[in-house]
């Protein structure tokens, strides 16, 4: 029975995102649909999805419109109460390492942005045993936004030195997009894709609160360093103008032995 899968497993992870549930929700980029058909060509069935490091459910709600039932699991409650709600999505407190889910159950196991947070030989033990033989693993992230070349100066100063001694060491593999990460599976060739958005000033604004290192800069300084950024971009962005943002997105995708 589809309930039999619900779980509750006691969580010793990284959480940097439980404090930011709402920011992460509002404004984080949304995944591409050339990356999601992508993936689902290579698909044998569309029975049961695993999303791991759900987040605010966006990858979860995406499967959920090709799989009969989608589990999305995340470290924090704050991000799952935050999640998008389906009927056909059940979302549960877990670890990427360890789960209850019963053995050889998903067609298909999703991380987005969140590989690079794991005990990875862990995880991919956990993959294999509860993945079916044939079933898809596809984890995937996004590097650094691009704007216009004046606009991109200030942000990566921004994300290299003022906020840059607060990332976690895991975020260089992100930079180096996965390339150093092993991944046990029968690896299949990827294209790259990307993210296209229409944002404000204000939406720069919410997405560069949202990382971790600038979570940890306000809890150190006991105030934010955005509204300087946003203020250094006054004469290249006016307030309320749109602009097109891009993220290049890159994918690595598997077949379970």
Wanted: aromatic share 14%; charged share 20%.
């Amino acid at each position: 029975m589809v309930e039999d899968l619900i779980i509750m497993t006691p969580i010793k992870a990284k959480d940097y995102f439980s404090g930011q549930a709402s920011l992460y929700a509002a404004f984080r980029p949304t995944y591409p649909p050339e990356l999601y058909d992508f993936i689902f060509r290579h698909l044998e069935n569309h029975n049961l999805a695993w999303d791991c490091a759900t987040g605010n459910g966006q990858v979860a709600r995406a499967l959920a419109n090709h799989f009969e039932h989608v589990y999305a699991t995340d470290i924090s409650q704050q991000q799952l109460d935050a999640a998008v709600k389906k009927e056909n999505i059940i979302y549960s407190l877990a670890s990427a390492e360890k789960t209850n889910f019963n053995n050889d159950q998903f067609d298909l196991v999703t991380v987005g942005q969140a590989l690079h947070w794991f005990e990875r030989v862990q995880f991919y033990e956990e993959v294999n045993r509860v993945a079916k033989s044939g079933a898809l693993v596809a984890a995937w992230g996004y590097g650094r936004l691009y704007i216009e070349p004046d606009i991109d100066a200030v942000v990566d100063n921004f994300y290299s030195n003022t906020v840059g001694p607060y990332w976690d060491t895991a975020r260089r593999l992100v930079e180096q997009e996965y390339k150093q990460i092993s991944f046990p599976f029968m690896e299949i060739t990827s294209p790259k894709f990307y993210i296209s958005a229409e944002w404000t000033p204000d939406h720069l604004a919410g997405y560069l609160e949202s990382w971790s290192a600038t979570q940890k800069y306000i809890k150190q300084h006991q105030l934010s360093p955005v509204p300087d950024v946003i203020k250094a971009l006054s004469g290249l962005w006016r307030d309320g103008e749109i602009k097109m943002v891009q993220f290049p997105v890159f994918l690595k995708l598997g077949r379970v032995a």
